[in-house]
C-alpha cells in the first residue's frame, strides 16, 4: 500500500517531536507483557501524575504475574487506593490468573488472544501487543481518537465523529512498519501534552502542517478576517479552536461515589475483619438513617456481584 506523501510528512514530523519530547515514564523501560498490562489498567481514566507512585508500589508489593495472581484480592484492593475506579483492580488480578492458569504463566501476543482475557477490551489488547511485544497493531485510546481525528479527517465541531473502525483503519494505515512501538507512544503523547481536548496547543504542534483540522481552522480565520475588513483582528488561536469541555454529572453523591467511600471504609479495617451494615452507613453517608439500609443493601450486593466485597449475613469485608 503506498503513503500518501502528507501521511509520510505527519510521520517524519511526528517522530522527530517525540524523540525529542518524550517524557520519562517508568512503563516506557520495560517490554514485561505484566508491567504493560498493570501501566495501562492504572492508566484507565486516571492521570500519569496519580499513576507513578502507585504503579512502583504495586510492582514493588506485586512484582510478578504469579505474585498478583496468588494475592488475596484484599490486598490488591489495598494497593489499589488512590486510583478510583476499584473493579480495574479486581479484572486485573482475574487476568493475570488467567494468564497462569489457562496459559501457564505466558503471555499471549496476539490481540485476539489478548482480548479473551478478563476485563481486556480493544485498546488494552492492542497496547499490550504493541508496547510489551512491539507489533505493528493500531488501537484507540482517548488521545488516539482525538489526535487522528483532527489530523485526518478534521475539526471535531465540524461533522459527526467517524466510527471506531474508520479511525482504526486511519490509525492502521498510518503505523509506519517495525516503528509501532514509537508510533503509538508519540500518538499519545502529541495527545497529552498538545493536541488537548479543550484547548490545542497548534502553535506548538510538530504536525500543524498536515493536520486537517488546523488547515480548516486557518482557512476560517481568513475568511473571517476579510469578512471583516482589514482592521479586524481574530481572537488568539487557543481561544477560537476551544472545544467544549464533556459536561458530566456531579461526582460527589454520585452512585460512583458511594461505592468508593464504601470500599475505602472496608480498606481501613484489618484483614478477614468484617462490618455490620449498620456500622458501614454512615462511613459511607453521613446523613445515613436505619431507613437507608434497603439502599445500603443493595450497593454492596452490587459491589459484591463486581468482585469489590463480600457480604455474609448483613456483615460486609473486602474479599
Avoid at 514485561?32 to 501524575?49: G, K
Avoid at 473571517?224 to 464533556?246: D, I
Wanted: glycine share 6%; charged share 20%; with cysteine.
Amino acid at each position: 500500500m503506498t503513503t500518501s506523501p502528507d501521511a509520510v510528512a505527519l510521520q517524519a514530523r511526528l517522530l522527530a517531536w517525540f524523540a525529542a519530547n518524550a517524557r520519562d515514564l517508568p512503563w516506557r523501560h520495560t517490554r514485561d507483557p505484566y508491567a504493560i498490562l498493570v501501566s495501562e489498567i492504572m492508566l484507565q481514566q486516571t492521570q500519569v501524575e496519580r499513576v507513578i507512585p502507585k504503579y512502583l508500589a504495586f510492582l514493588t508489593t506485586f512484582p510478578t504475574l504469579a505474585a498478583l495472581a496468588n494475592a488475596p484480592t484484599a490486598e490488591v484492593i489495598r494497593m489499589w487506593a488512590g486510583l478510583g475506579y476499584n473493579r480495574r483492580a479486581v479484572n486485573l488480578q482475574r487476568a493475570a490468573r488467567a494468564v497462569l492458569e489457562a496459559h501457564a504463566g505466558v503471555f499471549p501476543r496476539e490481540v485476539a488472544a489478548l482480548l479473551r482475557l478478563p476485563g481486556v477490551g480493544p485498546y488494552t489488547a492492542g497496547a499490550v501487543a504493541c508496547f510489551a511485544f512491539e507489533q505493528d497493531v493500531a488501537f484507540i485510546d482517548t488521545n488516539i481518537r482525538r489526535v487522528l481525528r483532527r489530523a485526518r479527517v478534521g475539526p471535531d465541531q465540524h461533522a459527526p465523529a467517524p466510527a471506531e473502525r474508520e479511525l482504526l483503519a486511519l490509525g492502521a494505515a498510518l503505523v509506519p512498519s517495525g516503528q509501532g512501538w514509537v508510533w503509538n507512544q508519540a500518538l499519545m503523547e502529541l495527545g497529552a501534552l498538545i493536541c488537548t481536548a479543550a484547548a490545542p496547543s497548534c502553535h506548538r504542534c510538530p504536525i500543524m502542517a498536515v493536520c486537517r483540522a488546523n488547515a480548516t481552522w486557518r482557512t476560517e480565520e481568513a475568511a473571517l478576517v476579510l469578512a471583516m475588513g482589514a482592521n479586524f483582528a481574530p481572537a488568539p488561536a487557543r481561544v477560537v479552536r476551544r472545544v467544549a469541555e464533556r459536561r458530566t454529572e456531579p461526582y460527589q453523591g454520585s452512585r460512583r461515589w458511594f461505592r468508593g467511600r464504601l470500599v475505602d471504609a472496608l480498606r481501613a479495617l484489618p484483614s478477614d475483619v468484617t462490618m455490620p451494615l449498620a456500622d458501614l452507613g454512615p462511613l459511607v453517608k453521613a446523613d445515613f438513617q436505619p431507613t437507608d439500609l434497603p439502599w445500603l443493601h443493595e450497593l454492596v450486593t452490587a459491589l459484591a456481584h463486581d468482585g469489590l466485597v463480600r457480604l455474609e449475613d448483613d456483615h460486609v469485608r473486602l474479599p
